[in-house]
């Protein structure tokens, strides 16, 4: 994980990361969500939209209004064919991913990103 200085307002009290246009990235439990997808990019690095949706364990139409999503808001950026995460969005998943350890423990959250 990266040492990325995280600015305090940009983690809500439930652990959840607030994304550009100020929405909060936080699961769902109901198929991928911004949060899952920024989490998957700060893992993965970059990635194309079918590796998202393998990683997020869901399918390529519905990670791709997801992507593009985040891409209006600038958290993530086209690189060719695949995306990674703008600055700001590694900061953002960098939070998220403290956020799961905070809340579940380092054992269980990285398994849970595995």
Known sequence: ?????????SVTEEGSAVVGDGSDI??????????SVTRALTIKGFAKPDGIAAFVDSTEDAVVPIIEALVA???AQPVGPMFRLSD???????????????????????????
């Not at 994980?1 to 307002?9: A, E, G, Y």
């Not at 900061?91 to 398994?111: F, N, R, S």
């Open 88 to 114: 700001t969005g590694k900061e953002l998943g960098a939070a998220l991913i403290q956020a799961d350890i905070d809340e579940w423990g380092a054992g269980d959250a990285g398994a849970a990103h595995d």
């Open 73 to 75: 808001d600038g958290t």
């Open 26 to 35: 936080q699961a769902t439990g109901e198929g991928p969500d911004a949060g």
């Open 1 to 9: 994980m990266s040492d990325c200085s995280i600015p305090q307002d």
